[in-house]
């Protein structure tokens, strides 16, 4: 059984810095696509992040696009998101997600295994 593992949320000043990492065991990971996914109080959970199984391709929210960057390392089975110049309304919990395929999905429904999500939480 796929088991994802977040760490590194937390609490940071507008216009800071964070990252989070996803480990992830139970499943060949080198070749499937990962993502990143977020959900703030009474909003719909929202794509982030998505990188293929190479990294060699990756694809951005439009919100974030410039400031936060996917990257992972096969040999750790595990995926980073590095947020740069975090806004208030980055405030979420950020949630990683295993695809059943190779390349970067943009939608929940091409993820087939979740992590537990790490709030974070970005103030004014």
């Known amino acids: 059984q796929v088991q994802l593992v977040e760490s590194g949320g937390g609490l940071v000043q507008a216009g800071g810095s964070l990252r989070v990492s996803c480990a992830v065991s139970g499943r060949i990971f080198s070749n499937r696509a990962m993502g990143w996914f977020r959900q703030a109080p009474g909003k719909e959970r929202e794509f982030v992040a998505a990188?293929?199984?190479?990294?060699?391709?990756?694809s951005y929210a439009d919100s974030v696009k410039g400031r936060f960057t996917i990257s992972r390392d096969n040999a750790k089975s595990t995926v980073y998101l590095q947020m740069n110049g975090l806004k208030p309304e980055d405030t979420a919990v950020y949630y990683c997600a295993i695809s059943r395929e190779m390349y970067a999905q943009v939608w929940a429904s091409g993820y087939d295994g979740w992590g537990q999500g790490t709030q974070v939480t970005v103030s004014s």
């Open positions: 990188i293929s199984w190479s990294g060699r391709s990756t």
